[in-house]
């Protein structure tokens, strides 16, 4: 199984991080880890960095965490791309000879259909959606200054990348199984 995310932090992670430290700033000091966590791991990924410093499993179309609302603590968010539910994945009567398409795939990332194929085919895309509250314990402090942030950054990553992965590997080897041909 391919990994859920690569991490890819470089100087030039150090260097965005600096460019965008105005993100960071309302969550330096704060005496909850969640807030600069949550910042460092919007600024590692699209859009903000295109590519980005995480590199994700080609099933993973989004992937966010966010300070819970009911009680501040870590919750993740992550939208997965899914083969289509058993009751409709066979038998195939209901295609009614449309062509119907599942998920289009480029350099083995799942992606929309482009405007042109869905003028050609129907395309019926099946998303699993992932809430779920995440342990934040390992999480480092929140930084007190500007220069101790991209060491904070840095394992602030390690330990989202950890529970992501933790959280997701399951459900994504299993996917991966139900679509591998044979």
């Known amino acids: ?10 100087e030039g992670f150090d260097q965005h991080l600096r460019t965008h430290h ?10 909850s880890p969640v807030a600069f966590a ?6 590692a990924g699209p859009p903000t960095a295109d590519p980005g410093y995480l590199h994700r499993h080609p ?6 965490f966010t300070p819970s609302a009911w009680d501040g603590t870590l919750t993740a968010s992550a939208t997965l ?7 409709i994945a066979w038998p ?26 869905i003028a050609a085919v129907p395309h019926l895309r099946s998303t699993l ?27 602030a990553l390690a330990v989202l990348v950890r529970e992501a992965s933790a959280l997701l590997t399951p459900i994504l ?3 991966d199984a139900a679509t591998r041909p044979g």
Do not use: H, K
């Open 92 to 117: 195939r009567d209901w295609v009614a000879d449309r062509g119907w398409r599942d998920w289009p795939s480029l350099f083995g990332q799942y992606v929309d259909p482009t405007a042109r194929d």
């Open 22 to 31: 105005e993100s960071l700033a309302t969550t330096l000091g704060d005496i």
């Open 173 to 175: 080897t299993r996917l």
């Open 59 to 64: 099933r993973v179309l989004t992937a966010v």
């Open 38 to 43: 949550c910042a460092v791991w919007r600024l």
């Open 1 to 10: 199984m391919r990994p859920v995310w690569a991490e890819r932090l470089d």
């Open 81 to 87: 791309a899914a083969p289509w539910p058993a009751a």
């Open 129 to 155: 959606l992932v809430e779920a509250p995440v342990p934040f314990t390992d999480l480092p402090p929140a930084p007190e200054s500007a220069a101790a942030v991209p060491e904070a950054a840095r394992l």
